[in-house]
């Protein structure tokens, strides 16, 4: 595609219940991130692929969260059991390979209730 | 945590003047990039600049890079009410695999 796309852009969910937010990468970008960002804040690292092969998950702030990228393109960052402390905006980003450009998606802003 | 450092957090300019900000780091780099966040919308990518080069420009920007003094500048020429904006430095480190990390980011208002 011509750029990171993803889905839902808007997404209110009520304290317990289990999201999905997805992620199309730019095709044939190797690397792929997600990142949460709260209101006012810089965006803080959750996890990273290569491919279908998560490379680096420390960010995940609990286990709740769970991140997969099967076929290494789609990604899907699901949050079980969801709390008010969830709500932020989800930044997807690709890159060709790891050392090069990042471009990142328009963001899934998930509220809590 | 975040192991970019912007700074200043916030500037205030009138149109046609320049900005500069700087991001500061810990680690090494394989590269640093910098990204442009207007309210309520993505980052766009701006300029990437790797651990061996000094200086980059791309139309009204440049970016420096002093790997000794583990900091980089964005300066902005002619601003723009355009430009209004939070600018991000993004790190892609050597010491973790993926962990690229973002500054708190500089507040950028151009003022018409």
């Known amino acids: 595609g011509a750029g990171v796309s993803q889905s839902p852009r808007y997404k209110v969910a009520k304290r317990g219940q289990d999201v999905a937010l997805r992620c199309d990468p730019i095709s044939g970008h190797v690397s792929l991130f997600w990142y949460q960002q709260a209101l006012g804040q810089g965006p803080e690292f959750l996890t990273y692929f290569q491919n279908e092969a998560q490379l680096d998950k420390s960010g995940l702030p609990s286990d709740r969260f769970f991140a997969e990228r099967p076929e290494g393109s789609v990604s899907t960052l699901k949050i079980q059991r969801t709390q008010q402390e969830d709500s932020a905006v989800y930044l997807c980003a690709s890159s060709l390979v790891r050392d090069t450009e990042a471009f990142f998606g328009q963001g899934t802003r998930l509220t809590v209730v | 945590s975040q192991q970019g450092e912007e700074d200043p957090q916030a500037l205030s300019i009138q149109e046609g003047e320049n900005a500069t900000m700087n991001c500061s780091y810990k680690t090494s780099i394989n590269n640093l990039q910098w990204y442009r966040q207007n309210s309520g919308r993505g980052l766009v990518h701006l300029i990437l600049?790797?651990?061996?080069?000094r200086e980059k420009h791309s139309g009204r920007l440049r970016v420096t890079l002093d790997t000794s003094k583990k900091s980089s500048s964005l300066l902005i020429t002619a601003s723009r009410a355009a430009d209004t904006a939070s600018y991000f430095c993004?790190?892609?480190?050597?010491?973790?695999?993926?962990?690229?990390?973002f500054g708190a980011g500089t507040q950028v208002v151009v003022t018409p």
């Open positions: 993004f790190l892609m480190t050597t010491d973790s695999w993926g962990k690229f990390q």
């Open positions: 600049i790797r651990s061996n080069e």
